[in-house]
C-alpha cells in the first residue's frame, strides 16, 4: 500500500522523506511504498540466492546486488519515476551505476514476498519490471516454499518459465546452466 495515500509528491520531496527515515521507501510515479521488515526466513532465502546467483556469476560481465540497494528503472520510451529496492537484482550492464544506485534495467530480479505485500511483488512489480523490460523476474514465496520464474517473450509479455513447490531442481532461461535446488533454498 502506498504511504501518501491518495496524494503524490515530488521526486525531492520523496528523497527528502528517506533522509528523515530508517524505513525501506520505494517511489514509483509520486508514490510512495513502504517495504516491511524482512522475516527471518526471507532473510535465510535471500541469503541463499545471493550465494548461489554470486558463485554462478563469479569472474563474469554481471553482479548481484541485494536489498537495501535502489534501482531506478530507466528505460527510453518509458515516462515517470520509478525508484524500487528489489531483494536481488542481477546486473550485466555497468553504464547505469552511480555511487548510490543503479539507473536503468537489471537482467534478473528476485522478489520474496511477505504476508503483507504481495500484491506489490505480485501485481505492481510484475507490471513494472514487465513494462520496462527485466528479462526475468523470480517470484519467491516462502509461505509456501513456492518459486515462480517470469521471462519476457518476444512480444515483451511475461511469460512463466518455470514453478515449483516444495521440492525439485529450478532453472534460469537468462543464465543458462543456473539451477537452484529449492530444498536448498527453504531449508
Not at 527528502?16 to 521488515?37: A, H, Q, T
Not at 550492464?93 to 534478473?108: A, H, N, R, W
Not at 526475468?136 to 513447490?165: A, C, H, R
Amino acid at each position: 500500500m502506498g504511504l501518501t495515500h491518495g496524494s503524490f509528491i515530488s521526486l525531492k520531496q520523496f528523497y527528502e522523506m528517506r533522509e528523515e527515515s530508517d524505513d525501506l521507501l520505494e517511489y514509483i510515479d509520486g508514490v510512495v511504498f513502504m517495504s516491511p521488515s524482512p522475516s527471518t526466513k526471507h532473510q535465510r532465502v535471500s541469503s541463499r540466492l545471493q550465494l548461489k546467483f554470486g558463485n554462478f556469476l563469479e569472474g563474469g560481465a554481471c553482479e548481484v546486488f541485494t536489498a537495501p540497494y535502489d534501482v531506478h528503472l530507466k528505460k527510453d520510451g518509458v515516462e515517470g519515476n520509478k525508484i524500487i529496492i528489489p531483494d536481488i537484482s542481477i546486473i550485466c550492464d555497468k553504464s547505469g551505476f552511480t555511487e548510490t544506485k543503479y539507473v536503468g534495467v537489471p537482467d534478473l530480479i528476485v522478489e520474496i514476498l511477505s504476508p503483507s505485500n504481495q500484491s506489490h511483488d505480485l501485481v505492481t512489480k510484475l507490471n513494472l519490471y514487465m513494462k520496462f523490460g527485466v528479462k526475468e523476474y523470480w517470484i519467491v514465496n516462502p509461505m509456501l516454499n513456492s518459486i515462480t520464474v517470469y521471462v519476457l517473450n518476444e512480444e515483451g509479455m511475461y511469460e512463466q518459465f518455470d514453478i515449483k513447490t516444495g521440492s525439485g531442481k529450478l532453472a534460469s532461461k537468462q543464465f543458462d546452466g543456473f539451477e537452484v535446488d529449492l530444498q536448498y533454498v527453504f531449508k
